[in-house]
């Protein structure tokens, strides 16, 4: 049995999105996932896409993915990567898939001479805080992360104060 890493096409929409669904099931966030194949299809795989995706496959089936995008830091004056999503099916896990999966994008980061590699894991995600110990990773207790989405966003963004938006 093989383990095989490759770029996802277009082709791999569909499946990239079931395996969107069965991770936020399992975050318990099944009900926030509002992207079809279409989203999926136009943000991942057009020409100036921001973000990567990778597939797993095992003996050629797919039973993972991967989706990350390069950022900045400021203090290191160098590229990194954020990984937004690593996902092993169930019955695959613990097999070295999403190690090898991890391994492939960390080799990513280190070719494009990146400065580092980060991603974020829910607090109670014992199985997962467990395995990015194990490979050496630490976690940034320091930083507390925000966000602003929907109707909020736009408020802001529209706001009595806000500039008139940017051409895009």
């Not at 004056?77 to 954020?82: D, H, L, T, W």
């Not at 690593?86 to 280190?110: D, E, S, V, W």
């Not at 408020?155 to 940017?166: C, I, V």
């Amino acid at each position: 049995m093989s383990i095989a890493i490759r770029t996802a096409t277009r082709a791999d929409a569909a499946q990239i999105l079931d395996f969107i669904t069965e991770l936020a099931v399992y975050e318990r966030a099944g009900h926030e996932v509002l992207a079809r194949v279409e989203d999926i299809e136009h943000t991942l795989f057009a020409a100036d896409a921001p973000a990567c995706a990778l597939m797993c496959l095992k003996d050629g089936k797919p039973i993972g993915y991967a989706v990350y995008f390069y950022s900045y830091s400021t203090w290191l004056g160098r590229n990194g990567i954020y990984l937004e999503d690593l996902y092993i099916t169930p019955q695959h896990r613990n097999g070295g898939a999403g190690k090898k999966l991890l391994r492939h994008i960390a080799q990513q980061a280190c070719a494009r001479g990146c400065g580092r590699l980060e991603w974020s894991v829910l607090d109670w995600n014992e199985p997962a805080i467990q395995f990015y110990r194990s490979i050496g990773s630490q976690p940034q207790d320091e930083w507390v992360r925000y966000r602003m989405d929907g109707e909020t966003l736009q408020r802001f963004a529209t706001g009595p104060d806000a500039s008139p938006r940017p051409p895009l």
